[in-house]
């Protein structure tokens, strides 16, 4: 630490920090444009230029290193004048918008000629005007407000890992433009939004909505992915008109993806379900609350409690609901003696499951120095956690890959092309090879274990590297060696001294298991009780066509004429209508208050932000009135965070996973990873209007390699099971890679 003088007071500093740094932290005023605490220092714009004694000009603070002794004047008439001279020279073209801009109100250009600069300009020569280029559905562009910050050229190298964004020209004819046709593709593209501290890059979607001073803001929580990034919602008159960052270096820093951002959309689309519904003489009706909750009763009433016969009613949910969601469905299903409970909807063998704690913390994982990718496109499946990998190889770490696809990553990564079958034979080689360096006792499954060589390299990276990490991601759920592979990781973790990080899961998954939302002793599982013989079905936010793995044997379950099924939805559903004997319509994501369970086993509370559209209700006071209904003790609630409370105050449910290991477990059939598109995986990003029209979001393609193609008997342009098929030499053998985004229209995958 050093000391330095500030406008006369004497500040600690690191040594070496740049002096923004220090008067930020000091609660110093500086302006500044081009300058972002995440982004490194370009000092193009000038703004910020203070006057360093001893210095024959004024210093722009952004780039000037502090050192012992110095002595800098923020507010002195040197330092003012220099500050006006550029505030001139940035309003020469700047155009007179503020009326119709976007950005009024919360413009950075605006907040600083308000005290720099002057109320009549000296120019008087014509402004530069540019044509504004459409670049994508998310990103309003108004280029002639542009002030060459490169904030989002900097954005764009450097966070998103695309340069995408560029200068062009020189001189006055210097333009910021992308440099592709295609337009702006990054999935964190809408960062560029917030860094932009003019007019020229704004939201499409929200564009000549409101003006911000207008909105209210309510802090929130992304509930897509693992993260569960921070942001804010921002509200007028009851409706969701924009989501922002929110600044939390523990989880998401201050960036957050585009499904986080533009998914608010889906909230005002017309096919949200709003009323409560019956279904009488096979044709629906809308009903009051009373009357459609009576019913619910008297049905379940009727096939499961009046005969006792609660081992033949089932409750399915999906892992976007809430932490309390799961705690109140789960606790009214043992009330009322009932143990099949699930909500693995996607998993085709559920004996042997995945189980990997997750050991390392994402502000951990940009300090790794090794990382072995198992199954995952981690740049469009967890696209935050994908940013933190990215840091890490920029410090230096090296990344490899075990995958049936070569995609396409934003920074190096060594893919070893892997067909789904010998991902466990590559595995069991690098655990051998590691057993062997380590001088340890082979264990008798390895035994015939002949290690590749890129598994013998993969070992030996692992023991190099002083903080490895394993990353095992969706694509090996349904591999037939799954819980296999799952449990050769960790063994590989143990015997490297490294961390693991499980992403095989989405959403609210952890909440899940946090509330035991599994079946107990003789409980049945999803897949068994679609098999079973079963009364009653209990349904939390679930669409058929996304949810399960095995669409036909869902819909044959459900669809029987002894069956009842109540449904809690937030959207409209043709397949839901076709099996369901009463709809309630619950709130969406924003509408409601709960928790959300992120990769760092963090609960994070959220508030709703507006209130539900229509008559839908809170699917957790849903479930609390339905208990109460049903005469259940217990249930007395008043809010989530009572709900939550109790949830606190009981243990960690445990369980028996799937921990042996079998290499021989083989399957010789072509195995297809069904994958829905990044902007498809839940029912308010299928709703997002912008998000389906993105490039990202029209993704759907089945990849598969010439070979595969000819087994199959398959040519390009052809379609399998209804998807376009995409040859490619970027594929394993043995395997189809579907990313899609419409819905299944099969049977099992």
Known sequence: MIEIEIDGNMVKANAGEMLISVTDREGISVPRFCYHKKLSVAASCRMCLVDVQGAPKPQPACSTPVNEGMKVHTQNDRAKASQK??????????????PICDQGGECELQDVAVEYGSDVSRFSEGKRVLPSSDIGPLIQTDMTRCIHCTRCVRFGSEIAGIMEMGATGRGEDLKIEPFLAQGITSELSGNMIDVCPVGALTSKPFRYELRSWQMGSVEGIARHDLVGSNLYVQTYKGAVKRLVSGDN???????ISDRDRFSYEGLTHENRQLFPQIKVAGQWK???????????????????????????????????????????????????????????????????????????????????????????????????????????????????????KDFEINYPINNALTAPNEIANTLAGVLKTLFDKNKQTLPEYLSAIKPSTNAVNIANKLLDSKSPVLILGEHIVNNAQAGSIANLIAQIAKQAN???????????????????????????????????????????????????????????????EDVFVVSLNSFKNDLVAQYSDVILPMAAMYETSGTHININQQMQSFCAAVSASGAAKPAWKILKVLADLLDLPGFHFENSQQVLSELEHQSTPTHEYYTSINIDDQSSAIETIWMHSPYHTDVLLRHARSLTMSKIGQMHSASMNPATAKLLSISEGDAYLGVPVEISHTMADQCVFVNSNQATNTGGF
Request: a negative charge; glycine letters at 4%; aromatic letters at 6%.
């Open 498 to 560: 490294g961390e693991t990080l499980n992403v095989s899961m989405t959403a609210n998954v952890l909440g899940a298991q946090r509330t035991n939302f599994t079946p107990n002793g003789a409980g049945m599982n999803v897949n068994e009780m679609l098999a079973a013989e079963m009364r009653a079905f209990l349904l939390l936010d679930i669409y058929p066509e996304y949810d399960f793995h095995d669409l036909n044997a869902a819909l044959k379950a459900l669809s029987k």
């Open 249 to 255: 270096d523990n989880v998401n820093e201050t960036w």
């Open 85 to 98: 001279a550029v505030m001139e020279f940035l309003l020469i073209n700047h155009p007179l918008d503020c």
């Open 286 to 404: 809308k009903v009051d609350w009373d009357v459609a909750l009576d019913f619910a009763i008297k049905g379940l009433k009727n096939n499961i409690l009046n005969s006792r016969n609660a081992q033949k009613l089932g409750g399915l949910t999906s892992s976007t609901a809430s932490t309390e969601e799961l705690h109140l469905m789960q606790k009214l299903l043992r009330e009322l003696g009932c143990e099949n409970l699930d909500y693995r909807l996607n998993v085709k063998n559920l004996n042997k499951t995945i189980h990997l704690q997750s050991t390392i913390k994402l502000m951990q994982l940009e300090r790794v120095d090794y990382a072995l990718v198992v199954g995952s496109n981690l740049r469009l499946e967890q696209p935050m956690i994908n940013h933190r990998l990215r840091k890490a190889h920029l410090s230096g770490a090296t990344i490899d890959a075990i995958n049936v």
